[in-house]
């Protein structure tokens, strides 16, 4: 048997639009286990291997990419680590990754070489760099992410060149899209071109509470339907437990309540493509330098640097299809006049939901988390219950979104399936802890699965060796790299 025949059950299954009532919950959940054994025995008989599934392949590469513990041998850097800075060192936000670079801009310079130390008003504070990551910090496996506060190093000012050497702690971390330090996330769909889909905008919101991080759902391209449309939308999703804001960049509707909301906080914009986060986050831009002259003044003259303040390329909805072209490619991060950063995204049309598990996956629809929380105290009969409909859970299936919780859980419960199979149970990360003589909590990577010999000292010194020189050759072929990304 192939290891992974029931994949097929991953392709999405249409659910009708207007969405069934619990009589339909329950007769879903009656036959989810015929229907999964019919998939897996079907797959049996037929000798040849299911195609790859889409999502599988996903989770394969996700899996090796999970954060894995070996960056925490070596944590991020305290704010309080640098109380000095070189005259070629600066402390700078990440605003943009593009391959092998990223454009930093500075926060803070270090002083002359007779008084070291940090200047937050200098000709150079705003100025982006264009930066390479130390190969030492690859090497620790060491992400570098756009959000995040990093230390520059071997600093060009002239030809505004740098190498970022180390990263400061984060609040928080996003990783579908990669980003650091979000406070907001605000997850943009459009009524119209391309239509608003219920089960893709659950995904969408099921992968943004994931990460626990407040989140707004806004409906752009308002203008596109009529008011019925957007009254029955704002009915249906009061029920799912959402307040959504409606807007309209094309008739600049709504934007004024969305400034209110993205003031002073770094809010990652995620969405398909072609629901208009590109023309969203230059309208939000535009509309301010007009309406504040004097503050886009004094933004220009802290952030000297075009690309920053440029504005984000805008694509057209195909017509064939009725979806976005993904036009926009990369992360960036953007400033507000109103205080605050915003990120732009590529619109991606499926959600990984690669940190959401199934006993997490319940947390992530604000209709359980109300029914949990209007029984309490007494809560659901079975600790780490799926609420599948046992005799004694609270949870019921008279609510519109059940069929897409039961769908999504039977995603996630094959792609842990898969997981355990790939990796086996003890797939726990790359660090172990030992406590030492004195009580001393010490981390040390784990041994490779299959790999138990021990290295030789003479010949671990030898490979130590090596990687240093390696690491120099890296570094010494910086310049050589940046001038050929620069062109
Ligand atoms: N009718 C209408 N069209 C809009 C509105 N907002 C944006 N658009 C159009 O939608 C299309 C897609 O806009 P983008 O801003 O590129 O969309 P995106 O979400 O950034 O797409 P990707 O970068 O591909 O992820 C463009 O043709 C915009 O002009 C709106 O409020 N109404
Ligand atoms: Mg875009």
């Known amino acids: 048997m192939p290891p992974f025949s029931s994949a097929a059950l991953l392709r999405p299954r249409p659910f009708p639009s207007i969405l069934p009532s619990h009589a339909t919950g329950h007769l879903l959940r009656r036959f989810l286990p015929f229907r999964a054994l019919s998939v897996s025995l079907s797959a049996r008989e037929d000798p040849r291997k299911p195609a790859p599934d889409k999502n599988l392949l996903k989770a394969k590469d996700a899996v090796k990419d999970l954060p894995s513990g070996a960056a925490s041998l070596s944590p991020g850097l305290d704010s309080g680590d640098y109380r000095k800075l070189l005259p070629n060192q600066a402390i700078g936000l990440v605003a943009a990754a593009q391959a092998n670079f990223m454009r930093v801009i500075v926060e803070s310079a270090g002083g002359p070489p007779e008084n070291p130390g940090f200047l937050v008003s200098d000709w150079r504070i705003g100025r982006e760099l264009l930066c390479v990551v130390r190969a030492l910090l690859k090497k620790i496996k060491r992400r570098v992410l756009v959000?995040?506060?990093?230390?520059?190093?071997?600093?060009?000012?002239?030809?505004?060149?740098?190498?970022?050497?180390?990263?400061?702690?984060?609040?928080?971390?996003?990783?579908?899209?990669?980003?650091?330090?979000?406070?907001?996330?605000?997850?943009?769909?459009?009524?119209?071109?391309?239509?608003?889909?219920?089960?893709?905008?659950?995904?969408?919101?099921?992968?943004?509470?994931?990460?626990?991080?407040?989140?707004?759902l806004v409906l752009n391209k308002s203008e596109l339907v009529g008011e019925e449309t957007i009254s029955s939308w704002n009915e249906r999703l009061h029920s799912w437990g959402y307040k959504p804001l409606f807007c309209s960049v094309e008739r600049?509707?709504?934007?004024?309540?969305?400034?209110?909301?993205?003031?002073?906080?770094?809010?990652?914009?995620?969405?398909?493509?072609?629901?208009?986060?590109?023309?969203?986050?230059?309208?939000?831009?535009?509309?301010?330098?007009?309406?504040?002259?004097?503050?886009?003044?004094?933004?220009?003259e802290h952030y000297e640097s075009g690309k920053w303040l440029g504005e984000q390329r805008v694509g057209t909805v195909s017509k064939k299809s009725g979806r976005g072209k993904h036009t926009t490619r990369h992360v960036s991060l953007l400033p507000l006049s109103v205080g605050g950063l915003l990120a732009d995204t590529p619109g991606f049309n499926q959600p990984s939901l690669l940190k959401v598990t199934k006993r997490t996956l319940a947390e992530t629809f604000p209709e359980i988390r109300q029914m949990l929380k209007a029984s309490e105290p007494e809560k659901c009969s079975f600790k780490d219950c799926l609420h599948l409909g046992e005799p004694g859970c609270v949870v019921t299936g008279d609510w519109e979104r059940y069929p897409y919780y039961l769908q999504l859980l039977d995603e996630i419960k094959i792609r842990e399936e898969f997981q355990l199979r790939t990796?086996?149970?003890?797939?726990?990360?790359?660090?172990?802890?030992?406590?030492?003589?004195?009580?001393?909590?010490?981390?040390?990577?784990?041994?490779?699965?299959?790999?138990?010999?021990?290295?030789?000292?003479?010949?671990?010194?030898?490979?130590?060796?090596?990687?240093?020189?390696?690491?120099?050759?890296?570094?010494?072929?910086?310049?050589?790299?940046?001038?050929?990304?620069?062109?």
């Open 147 to 216: 959000g995040d506060k990093v230390l520059v190093g071997s600093i060009d000012w002239t030809d505004r060149r740098g190498m970022i050497e180390d990263v400061f702690k984060r609040n928080t971390e996003v990783l579908d899209p990669p980003v650091a330090n979000v406070d907001h996330l605000l997850v943009l769909f459009s009524m119209d071109q391309p239509k608003l889909e219920p089960f893709a905008l659950t995904r969408f919101l099921v992968e943004a509470e994931s990460t626990g991080i407040p989140l707004t």
């Open 252 to 300: 600049r509707s709504g934007l004024g309540a969305l400034e209110d909301i993205l003031k002073g906080q770094t809010t990652v914009i995620v969405g398909p493509s072609g629901v208009g986060k590109s023309s969203l986050i230059n309208s939000l831009r535009s509309s301010q330098s007009i309406s504040n002259e004097e503050e886009i003044n004094n933004l220009l």
């Open 423 to 487: 990796f086996g149970t003890k797939r726990e990360g790359d660090v172990r802890y030992k406590v030492g003589d004195l009580g001393t909590k010490q981390a040390e990577p784990r041994l490779e699965l299959k790999k138990h010999r021990r290295v030789s000292r003479k010949r671990l010194n030898q490979s130590i060796l090596d990687e240093l020189n390696e690491l120099d050759d890296l570094d010494e072929g910086y310049w050589a790299d940046i001038e050929e990304g620069a062109r």
